[in-house]
C-alpha cells in the first residue's frame, strides 16, 4: 500500500514539474493557464484539514492533514498529504510502539479516499484554505513533494513534538515570506490538561496514560508544544496572521469549513476508578479489621497487593529507563510504583508460608511515605485513584506493624 502511495504521489509531482511553463524538468513555477496568470497565478489551493476524534486510542485526538488543489479551469487534481501514515505490519510495531521508536510517514491520497475514510468513520472534516501567496504555496507544494521522496518520508514519531500536526504547521511556517504572528496560548494549560480532556470519555484509558506522564508534561505548554492537538492548531491557524517584510498583514487561513460533519459521538463515560478503587479501598479497610479482630493475616492480600505494585512499576520504570516516548523519564511515581516488590514477593510468601514474619516488608513504609514529599512539593500532578491504591498498601502495612508491635499472635493464612 505504501508503495502505490508512492508511485501515486511520485507521478502528481513529476506532473506538476513536467507541465510548469510547458517544459519537462522545470521547477521554476507550476504550469497555469494564461486567463488565471493575469488573475494572480493562484490556481494552487493549499488548505488545512482537521478531522475530529474517533473510536481508537490513537483517533481520540483527532488528525491533521494539508489538501493541494488546483481550481483553474480544466485543472482538477485534488490530493491530501498526510503525515500521520503508519501500518502495524511494520516489523516488531508493538515492541517499537512501546519504546517510543515509531516510524510514521507522509503518504498521499485523493482527496475522494481521505473523504470517504472518514465519512465511514463518522468524524468530521473542517478546512481551513491557507492565504498564500502563488510563491508560497508553490514553496510549500515544492517542499511536501520532497518530502514524498523515499529518502525524505519516514520520520520519528513523537506524540506531543514530532507528529502529524505538528509538521503540517511547521511546513505551512516555513513557506512563509515574513513571518506568523500565533495567538497567545491557553494560559497554565499543561500536556497533561489536554491530555485528560481528549481522554475523559475513558477515565480507564485516562487514569493510565496519567500513570506513565511524568512531571515534564505538568509544566505550562506554550502555543508550540500545545498545537499537538489537531483542534488546538485549528484554533491556532484561525487566530494567526503572516506578516510579510513590508510589514502587511493578512490571516494565514479563510475562516474553517466544515466539509464532512462529524457523526461519530464519544460513549458515555465508565465508572470512575476513583469510586471503584475506593469501593475496593472499602472492602480491604473492613477485611483488615475482621482480621485484626480473630488474630489472624490473610497474607495472601499483601502478595496481591505487592504483585499489582510491582508489575505497575515494572511497567513505569521500563517506560523511565528505555522509552523515547516524551515525559516518561520524569516519572516520581517511580518512588512508589517500581519494581522492588517483584523482587521481594517470592521470599515474602516463602516466609508467610513457614509463619515467619518477613521484616523485609517493613520497607513498605519507605515506599510509602517517599512519594508523599513529591506530593506535596508539587513536582508532579499524580491522579486521583492512584492515592486509593496508596491507601490500600497503607492500611495493610499499617495493620502489619501495628500487630508486630503489639506482639500479637498471628495465624497466617494464604
Not at 316 to 321: A, D, E, Q, S, V
Not at 365 to 375: D, K, S
Request: glycine content about 6%.
Amino acid at each position: 500500500m505504501h508503495r502505490l502511495l508512492f508511485a501515486l504521489s511520485l507521478w502528481w509531482a513529476a506532473a506538476l514539474y513536467a507541465t510548469a511553463q510547458g517544459q519537462p524538468g522545470n521547477t521554476d513555477e507550476l504550469a497555469v493557464p494564461a486567463e488565471t496568470q493575469q488573475a494572480g497565478n493562484d490556481s494552487v489551493k493549499v488548505s488545512l484539514l482537521t478531522v475530529t476524534p474517533g473510536q481508537k486510542t490513537y483517533e481520540l485526538y483527532g488528525h491533521t492533514a494539508l489538501r493541494v488543489r488546483e481550481v483553474a479551469p480544466g485543472r482538477n487534481s485534488d490530493w491530501v498529504f498526510n503525515y500521520g501514515t503508519f501500518s502495524f505490519s511494520q516489523p516488531h510495531f508493538v515492541w517499537r510502539f512501546v519504546k517510543g521508536e515509531t516510524d510514521y510517514e507522509l503518504g498521499v491520497v485523493p482527496y475522494a479516499l481521505f473523504y470517504n475514510a472518514y465519512l465511514a468513520e463518522g468524524r468530521g472534516i473542517d478546512e481551513q484554505v491557507l492565504n498564500l501567496t502563488p510563491a508560497e504555496c508553490r514553496k510549500l507544494v515544492d517542499a511536501l513533494s520532497k518530502n514524498l521522496l523515499p529518502e525524505n518520508a519516514t520520520y520519528r514519531y513523537s506524540f506531543f513534538y514530532d507528529n502529524c500536526t505538528t509538521r503540517a504547521i511547521d511546513m505551512i511556517e516555513a513557506a512563509i515570506n515574513g513571518k506568523v504572528e500565533w495567538p497567545q496560548a491557553d494560559a497554565d494549560k499543561s500536556l497533561r490538561h489536554i491530555v485528560d480532556e481528549y481522554a475523559q470519555a475513558d477515565p480507564w484509558l485516562q487514569l493510565g496514560q496519567n500513570l506513565l506522564l511524568g512531571a515534564e508534561a505538568d509544566a505550562p505548554a506554550d502555543r508550540k508544544t500545545q498545537g499537538f492537538a489537531p483542534l488546538y492548531a485549528e484554533r491556532f491557524v484561525a487566530q494567526a496572521r503572516i506578516v510579510d517584510p513590508q510589514g502587511q498583514t493578512r490571516p494565514l487561513a479563510e475562516e474553517a469549513r466544515t466539509l464532512l460533519p462529524a457523526t461519530y459521538r464519544q460513549p458515555e463515560k465508565t465508572a470512575s476508578p476513583v469510586a471503584a478503587l475506593g469501593c475496593v479501598l472499602a472492602l480491604l479497610a473492613v477485611a483488615t479489621l475482621i482480621e485484626w479482630r480473630r488474630h489472624a493475616w490473610w497474607w495472601g492480600i499483601d502478595a496481591l497487593l505487592l504483585l499489582l505494585q510491582g508489575l505497575a512499576g515494572l511497567a513505569i520504570g521500563f517506560m523511565f529507563c528505555c522509552s523515547e516516548h516524551p515525559t516518561v523519564d520524569s516519572n516520581w511515581l517511580l518512588l512508589l510504583l517500581n519494581p522492588l516488590p517483584l523482587l521481594y514477593l517470592p521470599w515474602f510468601m516463602k516466609l508467610a508460608a513457614m509463619h515467619r514474619t518477613p521484616r523485609g516488608y517493613y520497607g513498605q513504609g519507605v515506599l510509602l511515605a517517599a512519594l508523599l514529599p513529591a506530593a506535596l512539593a508539587g513536582v508532579q500532578q499524580f491522579p486521583a485513584a492512584l492515592w486509593m491504591f496508596w491507601g490500600m498498601l497503607a492500611v495493610r502495612w499499617a495493620a502489619f506493624v501495628a500487630k508486630q508491635k503489639a506482639g500479637r499472635t498471628v495465624s497466617p493464612k494464604g
